[in-house]
């Protein structure tokens, strides 16, 4: 698939993001989608234009739920807390 965008730092960074693509990069800003298949979909091979891009668009990065943030917390304590074995 051709990259739609190219390198974003050249001058096709300030091209219109077109509604598709601000629709992609809305499901993944709400966690709807994941990361390759938004990278994917929109021809990008790198991590950092699709931030750019969801600056661009002022779309917010997606995080974590906090319910998933604190059982990953629990179950890192856990383990921690577990004897090392010899």
């Given amino acids: 698939m051709k990259a739609r965008y190219g390198r974003l730092l050249s001058r096709n960074y ?4 077109s509604r ?3 629709e992609i990069l809305c499901s ?4 709807q989608i994941p990361r390759r298949a938004a990278m994917g ?3 990008l091979r790198d991590y ?3 931030l750019a891009l969801l600056s661009r668009a002022r779309v917010p990065i997606p995080l974590v739920s906090i319910d ?5 917390v629990a179950r890192t304590v856990e ?6 074995r010899p």
């Fill in 28 to 31: 993944y800003g709400r966690g």
């Fill in 14 to 17: 300030w091209r219109a993001i």
């Fill in 41 to 43: 979909a929109l021809g």
């Fill in 68 to 72: 998933l943030r604190r059982e990953m």
């Fill in 79 to 84: 383990m921690l807390s577990r004897p090392s």
């Fill in 48 to 50: 950092g234009e699709l």
């Fill in 20 to 22: 598709a693509d601000r």
